[in-house]
């Protein structure tokens, strides 16, 4: 409360303050005060001050409900979601199973894809867990033009294996950032692996680095299909994606892993030309 005074008195503008006093059973009485100064026409000086003030209880609740409501919505859309996703393979794989007693016949090809279906089940629990996780950051400062070489060092042989490239231009003196470099390195290599799976035999991905004056900004640019406008908007959300077996879980963890880092991803994209993914991240 003594801020909203000190910046009533310093700019003599009206401020608007929410504080709380106990009252005498004990119980917390949570108000919001317009404030105002009074000021001498002849002097200009402040000789007083006006307070409206109104009980906010009741809407701070029903703020509380609300916030409540939309948690538990959000949650009953990602546990429909995770058992659709996960209800697919499992009845691929059940199916499978009853095949397998009925003949007493062994098949290596169908022993596979009940394997591969398994694999998609656990990567979505993988993605689900980590999407869950993704707000406990261990934060330092952190070269950001090094953590990225890493993890192209790490793309690079599996996109030349492919006919593939990855080129990375950077600038000089690329300033630290605070993050936590896992969770970052999980984000790189989730937009630079979807550009490699954009793009066609020859294909290249671009990773552009440089800083300005309050943030660092990264952009991958691949020139691959495109991704029509109308789907844009369903990009980042969870099971949504453009990939054949994808998940969206990858892209929904980065969005969120970027988020409780202050950052900010935008995407644009254009059928037949490429996708361009910017990221920033503000300086330490």
Not at 63 to 69: F, G, M
Not at 96 to 108: G, R
Not at 242 to 249: A, L, N, R, S, V
């Amino acid at each position: 409360m003594e801020k909203k005074h000190k910046t009533l008195l310093e700019s003599k503008q009206p401020v608007l303050a929410t504080y709380r006093f106990r009252h005498k059973d004990g119980t917390y009485i949570w108000v919001e005060s317009n404030l105002r100064s009074v000021i001498d026409e002849q002097t200009g000086k402040i000789t007083g001050m006006i307070a409206i003030s109104r009980d906010i209880r009741s809407r701070l609740e029903q703020d509380k409900l609300l916030h409540r409501s939309e948690k538990m919505a959000v949650v009953g859309q990602l546990a429909a979601a995770v058992a659709h996703e996960i209800r697919n393979p499992l009845t691929s794989v059940k199916g499978f199973i009853q095949l397998f007693s009925e003949t007493k016949q062994y098949n290596e090809e169908y022993m596979n894809i009940v394997l591969n279906e398994l694999d998609r089940v656990e990567d979505i629990i993988f993605e689900f867990l980590t999407l869950a996780r993704s707000h406990q950051e261990k934060m330092e400062t952190i070269k950001i033009d090094e953590l990225l070489k890493q993890v192209i060092q790490l793309l690079q042989t599996q996109a030349i294996l492919v006919n593939k490239e990855i080129n990375f231009l950077v600038e000089s003196n690329i300033p630290p950032v605070e993050g936590d470099s896992n969770k970052l390195k999980q984000v790189f290599f989730n937009i630079i692996q979807n550009a490699l799976d954009a793009i066609d035999e020859k294909g290249v991905v671009f990773v552009r680095l440089y800083s300005n004056d309050s943030r660092v900004c990264m952009e991958f640019i691949d020139n691959g299909c495109g991704i029509p406008e109308s789907r844009l908007e369903s990009v980042g959300e969870p099971f949504y994606s453009t990939k054949e077996k994808g998940t969206g879980m990858g892209l929904m963890t980065s969005y969120k892993i970027i988020e409780n880092h202050k950052g900010k991803i935008d995407i644009d994209s254009t059928v037949g030309e490429g996708t361009k993914v910017s990221v920033s991240l503000p300086l330490s």
